[in-house]
C-alpha cells in the first residue's frame, strides 16, 4: 500500500526545510513554493520520514541511487526557468521527486529510469499521488528523440561527458542541465541552444551525483 498521509507536523518539516533553502541562496519563488508542497516524506520509507526526509541532505533509496539533496534539486530546477507548458527531459526518474518538482512547475514531463525496479515501483507512487508524467525505462544517454525537441532537459546523475542526443534534442532557446565528470565529483553545467549551430556553456559549482549508465553498464 502506498503512503498518503501528509500532516501538519511534515507540512511544518518543509515550512523548515524552506527557510534552510532560502538561507542557501534559493530566490526561485515558484521553485521554492513547488517543493513547499510536495510531501518529501512519501519518498521515504515510513522509519524514515521525520528524522531524514525534510533535511537537507541526499538519501539512499536503493539499487544504489539516492533522492537528491533538496537544495540541488532547488538548484537545478531554478537553472531550467521553467515556464509553464515547457516540455521537459529528465534523465534519472529516480524515486520521482525531482519529477514531481517539475510538474508542480507547469511542465510536461518526459522522464527516463535506467533501474527497472526503480522505474516499477515508482510510476505507480507518482500516479497514486497525483502527478501524471511521462515515464520510460530505458538508456538515458539515448534520450527520448521520438518527443524532441525538448524545452528544457535534465540530468539527475553524474555524466562523464554530454551526450550528443541529449544536445541534438534541445529546442533552440531551450536549456540542458548536467552535472558532468567521472569523478566522485561533478561540475553543474548548463547549455542553452542559442541557434541551429550555436551552443552556450555555463558552469556552476561542484556538486556530487550517482553516476549515469548507458544500457551496457546494468
Not at 537537507?56 to 521553467?82: C, H, K, M, N, R
Request: some cysteine; overall charge positive.
Amino acid at each position: 500500500m502506498i503512503e498518503t498521509e501528509d500532516t501538519y507536523k511534515h507540512q511544518g518539516l518543509r515550512r523548515g526545510l524552506i527557510e534552510v533553502l532560502k538561507g542557501k541562496g534559493i530566490t526561485n519563488e515558484a521553485v521554492l513554493a513547488a517543493i513547499g508542497k510536495i510531501p518529501r516524506h512519501l519518498f521515504f520509507d515510513k522509519v524514515f520520514h521525520n528524522n531524514f526526509a525534510y533535511k537537507d541532505v541526499a538519501f539512499p533509496i536503493g539499487s544504489g541511487q539516492t533522492i537528491s539533496q533538496p537544495y540541488t534539486v532547488a538548484f537545478q530546477s531554478s537553472l531550467l526557468e521553467i515556464k509553464k507548458g515547457d516540455k521537459v527531459l529528465e534523465i534519472g526518474t529516480g524515486c520521482g521527486y525531482q519529477t514531481a518538482v517539475l510538474l508542480e512547475l507547469g511542465a510536461k514531463v518526459y522522464s527516463i529510469e535506467r533501474q527497472r525496479e526503480l522505474y516499477t515501483t515508482t510510476k505507480p507512487m507518482l500516479s497514486k499521488m497525483g502527478y501524471r508524467a511521462n515515464l520510460y525505462f530505458g538508456d538515458g544517454f539515448a534520450g527520448k528523440k521520438a518527443y524532441a525537441p525538448f524545452d528544457k532537459i535534465i540530468v539527475t546523475c553524474g555524466a562523464p561527458h554530454i551526450p550528443e542526443e541529449l544536445l541534438n534534442q534541445l529546442a533552440i532557446g531551450g536549456k540542458l542541465v548536467i552535472p558532468v565528470g567521472d569523478g566522485k565529483d561533478q561540475e553543474m553545467t548548463m547549455i542553452t541552444r542559442i541557434g541551429e549551430t550555436e551552443l552556450q556553456k555555463e558552469t556552476f559549482g561542484t556538486f556530487s551525483f550517482v553516476p549515469m549508465l548507458t544500457n551496457k553498464q546494468y
